[in-house]
T-cell receptor
Framework: AQSVTQPDIHITVSEGASLELRCNYSYGATPYLFWYVQSPGQGLQLLLKYFSGDTLVQGIKGFEAEFKRSQSSFNLRKPSVHWSDAAEYFCAVAGQGGYNKLIFGAGTRLAVHP | DADVTQTPRNRITKTGKRIMLECSQT?????MYWYRQDPGLGLRLIYY???????NKGEISDGYSVSRQAQAKFSLSLESAIPNQTALYFCATSDRLQGTDTQYFGPGTRLTVL
């Protein structure tokens, strides 16, 4: 069955430190991959997406993610975290071709210490 | 103005009451979705619609119904609300012409059923 696993429920980092949020997926074919961010009281905002081509994807707000097919992973990274990055982050996967529903991970809540 | 709007943003109701959540979009997208978010579970798909005449059940449609009144409007109804329907509800849209089904989310409706 298709699934997305975000192993870390909560992560705390200091402002200015680097960040990596993990995402592993289970999918029978090459998927579309997404990262969304949900700030407190807000809807989900698309950070970045991977469809094909270069496996290192750049997104908004200084985030990037790398697709590693051999590890079935799509980890999100940021070199220097800002206090405003405190939010919940969701990884999601969808199939290619036709319509395939978007499957979300359970989310990782990021706290940023000053 | 927001591209995807949801009304109401917050609602408290009692068990057995009928509730309607509304979603409107100005993005011109043909596909619309309803999700619910519960802590630790990510987002789960309730219903989705590819156009006004095409409505499909998602993974957790029991206890819910929908209406696609126009391309821009997609309503979710709880015919007889129960406490375990307390959750955060999101509407989303996507455009098949993009070929990728990238979904864009509204701000959410927080529903509490007492």
């Amino acid at each position: 069955a298709q699934s997305v696993t975000q192993p870390d429920i909560h992560i705390t980092v200091s402002e200015g430190a680097s960040l990596e949020l993990r995402c592993n997926y289970s999918y029978g074919a090459t998927p579309y991959l997404f990262w969304y961010v949900q700030s407190p009281g807000q809807g989900l905002q698309l950070l970045l997406k991977y469809f094909s081509g270069d496996t290192l994807v750049q997104g908004i707000k200084g985030f990037e993610a790398e697709f590693k097919r051999s590890q079935s992973s799509f980890n999100l990274r940021k070199p220097s975290v800002h206090w405003s990055d405190a939010a919940e982050y969701f990884c999601a996967v969808a199939g290619q071709g036709g319509y395939n529903k978007l499957i979300f991970g359970a989310g990782t809540r990021l706290a940023v210490h000053p | 103005d927001a591209d995807v709007t949801q009304t109401p943003r917050n609602r408290i109701t009692k068990t057995g009451k009928r509730i309607m959540l509304e979603c409107s979009q100005t993005k011109g997208h043909d596909r619309m979705y309803w999700y619910r978010q519960d802590p630790g579970l990510g987002l789960r798909l309730i219903y989705y619609s590819f156009d006004v005449k095409d409505i499909n059940k998602g993974e957790i449609s029991d206890g819910y119904s929908v209406s696609r009144q126009a391309q821009a409007k997609f309503s979710l109804s709880l015919e007889s609300a129960i406490p375990n329907q307390t959750a955060l509800y999101f509407c989303a849209t996507s455009d098949r012409l993009q070929g990728t089904d990238t979904q864009y989310f509204g701000p959410g409706t927080r529903l509490t059923v007492l």
